[in-house]
């Protein structure tokens, strides 16, 4: 017998009298990211450095890296072990990091699927069958049995107005200052240049010469205007994944296969194929047999793990005695051997790696004066439609849920290209919708 579909279920449900009470969970999150600001919200520090700091880029130019979890951060391993996805063991589950460590700022997590379950008056919520309607808020799910519906996501993106700008160095401007001296030699010092920039009192004429050299070689910048370059990527683990806690939802799902890969370490990939990330790599079982510890095709993440007391920490792979002759084992390299360390210019370029990883999108775009655009808008539609089941207010808790993945990460990367710094806006608006009664 075929499946009812979506008309005939809700046709039953009504005549039922059942799953008629409709719930709406609003979103709100904004704020401003800079660039090389690596902290965010409840950032905690050891031995001197922030948890999400990225540890295999070259942060010589000004880089805008920040991310926010939908729901929440999925935790999966980092470099202190090798570990084999198809097979999963207890080892496999002693050493898992929340993969929020390394991606720059932390916007937080949204918790878009946390939607409170109403309680009888006097009693706790999860314990009754059904409420009266009538005196159940809208944002509060009326039963523990219902559907979580949609889930409609809002992100738009703006350049402030007070962006500052790196100006050029008195070496840059010096051979300017001096042709549009009369003896060729410009009576401005190195001096005057930092007193102009600090606001200091400087002489009519050379605080005007300083600003035609400036004029002048600001002409000479192909963009004129700093060349604002960002790119959004929405991305979630191709399997189910866990967070560790304690709960028959992680349970359940470990029966189905999770993936407890860290796009910390394999998101992107390289120029060598094999992945890469903010903390490292992932070694290739058909690519580096002649560096496996253990003389197997197991691959294993190399680079940084994050260390809550010592900080962040090169990695450290198990190596057979019989092994050391095979090379770098230690699991402390950042990048694969022939590759450097990411540029800004190659997180705007870089492919994803889509074996692993489910791309909803993957947009560049550009802003500012140039580009004549001073914002991005986007707009992420998640229709579920999915039974639940459960009294507490994450719904993920709820056994029907264990098929799916749901932990949807957004990643921000941005530039300008050269030194100027990069200042983003954000404003994040979403809904999430149950049926329930």
Known sequence: MAPFNTNQVKYIQAVAGRQQHTTLKAINKNGVLKSD???GENAHVAGGV???TPRTFSLSNPLLLAQFALHEFPWAWDSRGIHNNDI???ADFTNLISTDVGFGYSIGELKALDVPLESERGGTAGYHDRPDDEWISSTK???PDGYLKSLNLKLRLTLPSNIPVAHPSFTDIQAILNEGAADGSSDVSANNYSEFWNGQSLSGSKAQAIRAALDVYQ???PMQTPHYEFRL?????RLNTIVNRAG????DALRNGVSLLNPGYDLFMGQTGRPRGPLGYRTSSKLDKNMDPNGAPAPYYSGDYWDGTNGFTPGTIPQHSMDSGHGDTTGSSKFPLGEAALTHRDLM????????YVVMRDVRFFLGQAQGKSHYEDVFDFDFNDPINTGDTDLLSSDTLVDKNYRWQCVIIGTSNGKDPVHLNYEIRGTTACQSG
């Open 248 to 251: 028959s939802n992680n349970l």
């Open 233 to 237: 990527i929405m991305f979630r683990n």
């Open 349 to 356: 370029t870089m492919p994803l790696n889509k074996n692993d």
């Open 219 to 221: 002409r000479s910048h």
């Open 88 to 90: 999963l063991e207890a």
């Open 37 to 39: 600001d690596f902290a």
């Open 141 to 143: 799910r009326a039963t």
């Open 50 to 52: 922030v948890v999400y």
